[in-house]
């Protein structure tokens, strides 16, 4: 079909209108901001006005004025009526008085707690990270959004590049490693120095790893859309030398870790870091598995889909995200967590019982049986992991 105006596109007008929508707040936040600005400034002219003003009173004139603030200060003390007096019950007739003036089981929010010193040069590649990560997620939801309208209007536009079928794994493969990857590690850069007690071993090779990352999401993005992609299964469309660069992004960053957990000042090594360090492995044994072309065929390649769809929501995303919660969630709440104990037992647990379930969505397949009895016996056993994670009491 031939293409005059590409403007007249209904596609095309429809994505101008969605890039637009955060242009327009934006737009709207920063005149806020500056308005905001010049009325700070404005007042600041008018005191400035009113203390030159002051200090051309007279002494008289200065003491009426005070005398007038002092009359506007003026406020009730509100026990006019009851007086300084401690009250008496000679009589007896107030009983069970409870003294407890504060809830028992809440703990009293802080207002505000004071902030851990971070190096500078940290705070900069933990807000490189959570940027990035920003960036994917408004790209990858605006993308996703774009597929929403196909799901109404499938003639939008007729580019193979934006067809459905391949802007469906580059929305969900941006969100999954651009956004939510890099918005765990950047926030991972903070735990572990953090429970460590000790600076990050090397700042730089963050950079690295951040670099990798985003490439191999650019890359992989780029690939999708010309129609490159791995063929097999949902959510590891990326071909394997796109996934080997995010694996080697999490190599660098992963021995960045280790290193500074090996330098630690605190005896144990806390939770939260027994947690984000196998969650970077296993995403290692993860790639390797789902992307190495070699096994990705027949009855295998439908195991290694449930392996992988498994392991990666499993042994990445939510393995990473209770170690960075067991820093944060007791932080936040001021309390220490309930059980300690219990945390490494889950650890154990969901390391024996997860990586063995992947199979349990093919149960009276042509899987071999063995394997289907071993992702039921394996998915029983996550009711014990379940029921120990209980970081808060
Ligand atoms: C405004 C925000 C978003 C919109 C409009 C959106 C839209 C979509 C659409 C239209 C699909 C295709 C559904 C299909 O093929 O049937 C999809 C799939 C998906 N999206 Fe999003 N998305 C958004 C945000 C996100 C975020 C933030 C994440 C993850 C962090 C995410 C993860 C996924 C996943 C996992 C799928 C595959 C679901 C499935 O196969 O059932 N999305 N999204």
């Not at 209108?17 to 936040?29: D, T």
């Not at 009589?91 to 003294?99: E, M, P, R, S």
Request: net charge neutral; glycine share 8%; proline share 4%.
């Amino acid at each position: 079909m031939e293409i005059n105006n590409i403007y007249s596109e209904s596609g095309i007008i429809i994505t101008l209108i969605l890039i637009l929508i955060p242009v327009v707040i934006a737009s709207m936040i920063i005149t806020m901001k500056a308005y905001a600005y010049l009325d700070r400034k404005q007042k600041i002219r008018e005191l400035e006005k009113f203390n030159a003003y002051l200090k051309e009173l007279s002494p008289d004139e200065v003491q009426k004025l005070e005398q007038r603030k002092r009359e506007l200060e003026f406020a009730l003390s509100n026990n006019e009526l009851a007086g300084d007096t401690s009250p008496m019950d000679h009589k007896g007739l107030i009983t069970a008085v409870n003294d407890v003036e504060t809830l028992r089981f809440i703990e009293q929010k802080k207002k505000s707690q004071p902030r851990p010193y971070i190096e500078p040069e940290l705070t900069k590649l933990i807000l490189w990270y959570i940027g990035c990560a920003t960036f994917w997620l408004l790209l990858g939801t605006t993308i996703g959004e774009y597929l929403g309208i196909k799901f109404v209007a499938p003639d939008v536009d007729h580019f193979s590049w934006l067809s459905f079928g391949r802007l469906r794994p580059v929305h969900t493969n941006m969100v999954f490693w651009g956004w939510a990857s890099l918005a765990m590690m950047g926030l991972a850069y903070y735990v572990i120095p953090r429970v460590s007690n000790v600076p990050i071993q090397n700042v730089k090779t963050g950079y690295y790893s951040l670099i990798l990352i985003n490439a191999s999401v650019i890359i992989g993005s780029i690939c999708l859309m010309a129609g490159i992609n791995n063929g097999g299964g949902e959510y590891r469309e990326y071909i394997w030398p796109v996934m080997a660069l995010f694996g080697a992004g999490i190599v660098i960053s992963l021995i960045n870790f280790f290193k500074t957990i090996a330098n630690r000042t605190t005896k144990e090594i806390y939770v939260s870091n027994w947690y984000i360090i196998s969650a970077m492995m296993f995403l290692l044994v993860i790639a390797f598995v789902a992307y190495w072309p070699t096994w990705q065929s027949g009855l295998g390649e439908t195991i290694v889909q449930g392996y992988y769809m498994h392991q990666g929501v499993g042994m990445w995303f939510m393995l990473f995200n209770l170690g960075l919660m067991y820093y944060f969630l007791p932080q936040q709440l001021n309390k220490p967590i309930y059980s300690y104990s219990l945390g490494i037992l889950a650890f154990w647990a969901q390391i024996l019982f997860y990586t063995l379930i992947g199979t349990h969505h093919f149960i009276f397949s042509a899987i071999p049986w063995w394997l289907q009895t071993i992702a039921i016996v394996g998915s029983a056993g996550m009711v014990f992991r379940l029921w120990q994670e209980q970081p808060i009491s």
